[in-house]
Structure formats: structure tokens, C-alpha cells
Nanobody
Framework: QVQLQESGGGWVQAGGSLRLSCAAS????????MGWFRQAPGKEREFVAG????????YYRDSVKGRFTVSRDNAKNLGYLQMYSLKPEDTAVYYC????????????????WGQGTQVTVSS
């Protein structure tokens, strides 16, 4: 198993930036693909970005392409989601998740989840 903990959320004005971190412990981090998801109040959880086990492949939902960058440092057991040009519609609780398989765009495919970190973007 792998345990995940997000950090780096907060409050920013529209157009601002935040970097979220996902610290992993337990099973070797490099054996898991990682996904980032978000959920706004009353809304379903949605896929944001994902990265392959070796960092060689990334995938983003259309609404964040060009603004968000997902990365990882397996030597430090850390994953990152760098967010630029934030918009009010980005406001949500952000979660990192891990799967021993390939990157997946649905939450059902992930075995391990962090507790989430709040991102609030004001207009």
C-alpha cells in the first residue's frame, strides 16, 4: 500500500498560482501512476491531471491544459501539481491518488487517496 498526503492549498485571487504537493509513504512510490482530482461542493469528483510511474507521460483535462503542470520526484516520494492562471471555477478540494496501473481519468480506478487540500480562487 501507499499513503498519500496533500499540501499547498490555500486562497488566491484569480490569475494567481499555487503549487500542490503530494507526499507518499509506504510502498515504493515509483511503482504507482498518480492522478490529481478535484471536487467542488455539490459536484462530482473530476479528473484534473495524471502522470505515469516514470514521469514520462502526462494527461490533463481540457480546461486546465496550458495552466497546470503535473510532475513527480520519485527519489523524494513527492508528486506536484503546479497551477498557474487560476480561475474561480478551479475552486475545489484537490486530491491526489495512486494506482499500480496506468494513468486513469476516473476515480474508480485508483486504490489510494489523500485527504484533500482546499483551493479557493476569488474573482
Amino acid at each position: 500500500q501507499v499513503q498519500l498526503q496533500e499540501s499547498g492549498g490555500g486562497w488566491v485571487q484569480a490569475g494567481g498560482s499555487l503549487r500542490l504537493s503530494c507526499a507518499a509513504s509506504g510502498r515504493t512510490f515509483s511503482t504507482y501512476a498518480m492522478g490529481w482530482f478535484r471536487q467542488a461542493p455539490g459536484k462530482e469528483r473530476e479528473f484534473v491531471a495524471g502522470i505515469s510511474r516514470d514521469g514520462g507521460s502526462t494527461y490533463y483535462r481540457d480546461s486546465v491544459k496550458g495552466r497546470f503542470t503535473v510532475s513527480r520526484d520519485n527519489a523524494k516520494n513527492l508528486g506536484y501539481l503546479q497551477m498557474y492562471s487560476l480561475k474561480p471555477e478551479d475552486t475545489a478540494v484537490y486530491y491526489c491518488a495512486a494506482t499500480p496501473g496506468a494513468i486513469l481519468a476516473t476515480s474508480e480506478g485508483y486504490d489510494y487517496w489523500g485527504q484533500g487540500t482546499q483551493v479557493t480562487v476569488s474573482s
